[in-house]
Structure formats: structure tokens, C-alpha cells
């Protein structure tokens, strides 16, 4: 059995796409976490304010990070051409997971469909790059904490910020780091 376990243990480094809220509203969402947290008795890790965003699509988990899967996300990234549109999520909800690590997450309905249509192009572009299939199911979702218990979804007051571009993130896996290594501005097509 060890030897199944052992290669996970050597994954130290993540890459994904994803956007992140502008401070203030990183801030907003914060305040709401802690004030569902209170009311609904949740208990669990909240997620670092810097660290609150939407991924758009994962690339991989690696043992350390390899620059060449860097550059060719990069490129596909680079290929991907919509305009800005605002992102809003209005609805706050737990996912499965193991118990006691339980997402809490912010969803949204009409308001995530830019981030939809972001998130098909994005995984087109990553398949055309050889980085994998484009995600079948795709849920837009800003994860707030790991909880202790199921929150079934409900109504929460609407958070929402323009997205001008997205980013290829570098996490580092177990120490709650992120390092932003590219940035992809939204642009209509030429």
C-alpha cells in the first residue's frame, strides 16, 4: 500500500487558471463567509482573503514545477480572446467532500455565464496544446472554507466584480501560497 501513497507525496506544486476579485470585493466576500459562518455554525479553516478566486481550469500537479507545461499553457492561455464581462455569484452552497472538509462555496446562476463561456474556451485552447480534454462539467463556484457539515444551497446577497483577465496561478502545494505567473487580459477577437 505504500507504495500507492508514495508518489503523491512527491506532488509539492499545482498550476491552474483562475480570476481573482479585485481587494474590495475580496473583502466583501470575506465579510459574507464570516457572517454565513456565524449563522449557519460552521466551523472549518476559512480560505486567506488573497487566496479567494474561481478556477477556471486545473493543468496539473507536478513535482516541482516544470517550466515547459509553464510555457505551454502559457500559449494556449495567450490564444483565448473574449471581452470583459462581470462576474456575479448570488447563491452560497456546500459540495461534497470528506467529511469534516466539506467546500463551502459562492455560486451563481445567470451571473457566471461569461466565466462559463471563459472556462469552454480556456479548455478548447488547453486541448489544442495537448494540456488535456476540455472539462465536460464545470461548476463556476469561489470556495469560502472547508466546512464541517453540508450547507444546502441558499440565497445570499449578490457579489460581483468586473473581469478584465485571467491568471496562471502556482500553488504551492500544502503551504496555502499562490504565485501568480502570468497574466491574460480579456480582448474581443482581432
Not at 473574449?82 to 463551502?104: I, Q
Amino acid at each position: 500500500m505504500w507504495r500507492e501513497e508514495w508518489p503523491q507525496r512527491l506532488l509539492t506544486d499545482r498550476l491552474f487558471f483562475a480570476i481573482f476579485p479585485d481587494e474590495a470585493t475580496a473583502a466583501r466576500i470575506a465579510q459574507l463567509r464570516e457572517a454565513l459562518r456565524l449563522e449557519l455554525g460552521l466551523r472549518g479553516k476559512p480560505l486567506a482573503t488573497e487566496r479567494l478566486h474561481a478556477t477556471l481550469h486545473h493543468v496539473g500537479d507536478y513535482a516541482g514545477l516544470p517550466l515547459d507545461i509553464v510555457a505551454s499553457a502559457g500559449d494556449a492561455a495567450s490564444a483565448v480572446a473574449m471581452p470583459p464581462f462581470t462576474v456575479a455569484f448570488d447563491g452560497a452552497e456546500s459540495f461534497r467532500g470528506r467529511p469534516g472538509h466539506r467546500p463551502f462555496v459562492l455560486r451563481g446562476e445567470d451571473g457566471v455565464a461569461g466565466l462559463m463561456m471563459l472556462q469552454q474556451r480556456l479548455a478548447l485552447a488547453m486541448a489544442k496544446a495537448g494540456l488535456g480534454c476540455p472539462v465536460r462539467r464545470y461548476t463556476p463556484h469561489v470556495t469560502l472554507l472547508y466546512g464541517d457539515h453540508l450547507v444546502a444551497d441558499r440565497r445570499v446577497d449578490t457579489v460581483s466584480w468586473p473581469v478584465y483577465a485571467f491568471v496562471l496561478v502556482h500553488s504551492l502545494l500544502g503551504r496555502s501560497r499562490y504565485n501568480v505567473l502570468a497574466r491574460f487580459p480579456l480582448r474581443a477577437q482581432a
